[in-house]
Nanobody, 123 residues
């Protein structure tokens, strides 16, 4: 069992930055791949970024490539999402999730989910 708690969301102006954190508790965090997903109002939840258990392979949605960076610190049981050059279309609830033996965009492969953190970008 892995419990995930996101933090770091908030309201920022377009062009600004935020750093989301996802703290994990439970056993074997370092054995899980981690992902970030987001859900905008009235839309389905979408893949944002993922990172393998060692942190040496990362994957991004095309919409965030070059602006967002996913990273992890296994010693701190935490995964991060650094978000730069934020735009109003990045407004969403952001979720982190953990997957065993899979890393990528398929939400159905992620077993554990956090409650989400709201990110709002004003124009």
């Amino acid at each position: 069992q892995v419990q995930l708690v996101e933090s770091g969301g908030g309201l920022v102006q377009a062009g600004g930055s935020l750093r989301l954190s996802c703290a994990a508790s439970g056993r074997s965090f370092s054995s899980y791949a981690m992902g970030w997903f987001r859900q905008a109002p009235g839309k389905e939840r979408d893949f944002v970024a993922a990172i393998n258990w060692r942190g040496d392979n990362t994957y991004y949605a095309d919409s965030v490539k070059g602006r967002f960076t996913i990273s992890r610190d296994n010693a701190k049981n935490t995964v991060y999402l650094q978000m730069n050059s934020l735009q109003p279309e990045d407004t969403a609830v952001y979720y982190c999730a953990a997957a065993s033996q899979y890393v990528g965009y398929d939400q159905s492969r992620y077993r554990y989910w956090g409650q989400g953190t709201q990110v709002t970008i004003s124009s």
